[in-house]
């Protein structure tokens, strides 16, 4: 297995190019199940995540062609559609579960087995399944696999989700568009993944309004057609990469970033001492003066702080003056990475869904290991501003979400590298 093996440096300056949206991307591709026209989708990240719902989909009966190095998905889905997504393939990512709205609203039945992904919680999958079973489907759990029917197909209805849970949204959407009637669908998920995802399937005929709101309401149409569709810029990673200058000085502008993709983040890094400008291309980040200052973080669904930034957050605040608070509310178990952040003289206490920054003078370099897909990243980004050498192993996480990090870091000035592992 790889690792990638880090130097502490000095600041960084330059650019870094934001890729499309992983978790818009994975929503995105299972819509071709949707219709018999060929769907595209430009601007897709390149990325291990992508190739393994390729694998999914091209399982079910769909045709997924890389295009331009992988920028571009030319899909298509207009023969025999085969209903079972096997664990073999599903249980390699959780967003796997994305078939079964599509799936369901296409065939009238699918058979999808229990996903699996980052070890951050237990993840189950009620609300997909009140989601589904309000617009008519039965579903059973038989030997780990969801069986999923709608004798006569899907009929719209209202729903209130207990969550605004992503996935569920997502599910609800691509089942809703086919369905017989209106649905609205209440306490709907908000993010620009959702907005992304229901402007593709606008684009390909659905009758779709209030995205990006608490409330979506879907009239259903007989049949969806082909569309080309831009997948929107990856806000993880752009915030991921915006805590690089935060950490080790310096000014990198992140082209493609847009604030309304990180405003919450943005305030938090406001509150902390870091200042961010919006230029024409992207967002340019740099550190005001002075030490980082600590802050305080509740993870919440957008447009609250996201949970897949607060691991690279508390690498921050790890040098910051004061103590800082993270308190995470969507995932139990998201701190995994507060152990090995302490190896390279951290001082964190993690109390339940609450973890306690003791800010550092500096951060010393060690062995430390990714434990799921952001914890890593937060490694290397630590591990650039500590004294020494970082080597962080496993991390085939990485690259589930992150493309050519090595690249994009050494071309502002960062010393890293990936070391081959057997
Ligand atoms: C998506 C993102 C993930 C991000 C998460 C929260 C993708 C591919 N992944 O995941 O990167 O961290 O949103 O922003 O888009 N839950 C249930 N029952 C369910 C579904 C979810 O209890 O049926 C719980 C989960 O255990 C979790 C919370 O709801 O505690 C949030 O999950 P959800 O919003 O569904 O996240 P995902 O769509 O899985």
């Known amino acids: ?34 219709s018999e026209e060929p769907l595209t989708l430009t601007n897709a990240p390149r990325l291990s995540d992508i190739r393994t719902m390729t694998q999914l989909l091209a399982s079910l009966g ?137 402007r593709c399937l606008r684009a390909m005929g659905a009758q779709i309004e209030g995205e990006g709101t608490s409330e979506i ?30 950490i080790c000085g310096g000014e990198v502008e992140c082209l493609g970033g847009r604030i309304e993709l990180v405003e919450s983040f943005c305030e938090k890094l406001d509150a902390a001492g870091i200042s961010v400008e919006e230029t024409a291309r992207g967002l340019k980040v740099k550190r005001k003066n002075g030490r980082i200052r600590a802050v305080d973080v509740v993870t919440e669904p957008f447009p609250g702080f996201p949970t897949d930034l607060q691991a690279q957050m508390m690498a921050l605040l ?19 990475h507060a152990p090995e952040l302490a190896r390279m003289g951290a001082r964190i206490e993690v109390h339940g869904g609450v973890a306690k920054v003791h800010g550092v003078d500096r951060l010393k370099g060690a062995r430390v290991m990714a434990t799921d897909l952001r914890a890593s990243v937060s490694l290397i980004l630590a591990g650039l501003a500590a004294e020494g050498e970082t080597v962080v192993s496993r991390v085939y996480h990485l690259d589930r979400g992150y493309e050519r990090v090595e690249e994009k870091l050494r071309a502002v000035g960062a010393q890293i590298e990936r070391v081959k592992g057997e």
Do not use: W
């Not at 489907?137 to 009929?155: F, P, S, T, V």
């Not at 009239?219 to 690089?244: F, K, N, S």
């Open 318 to 336: 790890c040098t910051a003056e004061g103590t800082s608070i993270l308190e995470e509310r969507i995932f139990e178990n998201r701190f995994m």
């Open 62 to 198: 769909a045709e997924v062609t890389a295009l331009q190095e992988g920028k571009v998905l030319a899909t298509s889905c207009h023969g025999e559609i085969n209903p079972v997504a096997d664990y073999d393939i599903v249980r390699k990512m959780r967003a796997s579960n994305l078939v079964l709205g599509p799936l369901l609203a296409r065939l009238g039945h699918a058979v999808v087995s229990l996903p699996g992904g980052c070890a951050i919680g237990a993840r189950p999958m009620d609300i997909h399944i009140d989601a589904l079973a309000a617009l008519g489907a039965e579903i059973e759990l038989k030997e780990g696999y969801l069986h999923a029917n709608a004798r006569g197909g899907l009929k719209g209805a209202v729903h209130e989700m207990r969550f605004a849970s992503v996935g569920a949204t997502e599910n609800f959407l691509m089942a809703a568009v086919l369905a017989k009637g209106t649905s609205v669908l209440k306490n709907a998920a908000r993010e620009p993944e959702i907005v992304d995802l229901a």
């Open 217 to 246: 309401t879907i009239q259903g149409v007989d049949r969806l057609h082909g569309a080309t569709h831009p997948v929107v810029t990856d806000r993880i990673e752009l915030g991921t990469y915006m805590l690089a200058p935060a």
């Open 1 to 34: 297995m790889d690792s990638i093996l880090v130097r502490g440096n000095g600041p960084l300056s330059g650019q870094i190019p934001i890729a499309g949206a992983k978790n818009a991307c994975l929503a995105l591709m299972p819509a071709t199940l949707l």
